[in-house]
């Protein structure tokens, strides 16, 4: 039952980040009189589906399979992290089209660089998150 908590209440903070993270890419952008492509358009989207709805998935199959012990929860912390860190890039990259500015190249790929970090982190551990549920049905 703590696991169904833990996953419920998760889900609701990454509804609310999807939330404040669209309001926050209207306002940025209608305050700048920005109407351009920008990556702060993502943010919305990234923390309703990998936050939101995947925590609402995971609650689902815990219920199911009680799949979650202390391997997942290292795997979890690891999804945390590249979700997180993934978003916050491309709140970064966002904020920088918006104000149009100009960077160095090194500042640039660095962006770019901790952007592909968090999304290599967030497709290993769900890979490992997916094998683990994998493991649980096998084994009834």
Not at 9 to 25: E, N, R, S
Request: glycine share 6%; net charge positive; charged share 15%.
């Amino acid at each position: 039952m703590e696991n169904l908590k833990r996953y419920i209440h998760t889900a609701i903070f990454y509804a609310l980040m999807a939330m404040a993270g669209g309001v926050f890419y209207r306002e940025f952008t209608k305050y700048n009189h920005y109407s351009g492509r920008t990556t702060l358009a993502f943010v919305h989207t990234h923390y309703f589906i990998l936050g939101m709805l995947f925590f609402l998935l995971l609650m689902v199959l815990e219920k199911s399979f009680s799949f979650t012990d202390q391997r997942t929860r290292r795997v979890l912390a690891a999804y945390h992290v590249g979700l997180n860190l993934t978003v916050v890039m491309l709140t970064a990259r966002g904020i920088l089209q918006v104000k149009e500015a100009s960077v160095s190249s090194a500042v640039n790929a660095a962006v770019s660089g901790m952007a592909g970090i968090g999304h290599i982190v967030l497709c290993v551990s769900l890979i490992l998150l997916l094998l683990r549920i994998r493991k649980c049905i096998y084994a009834q």
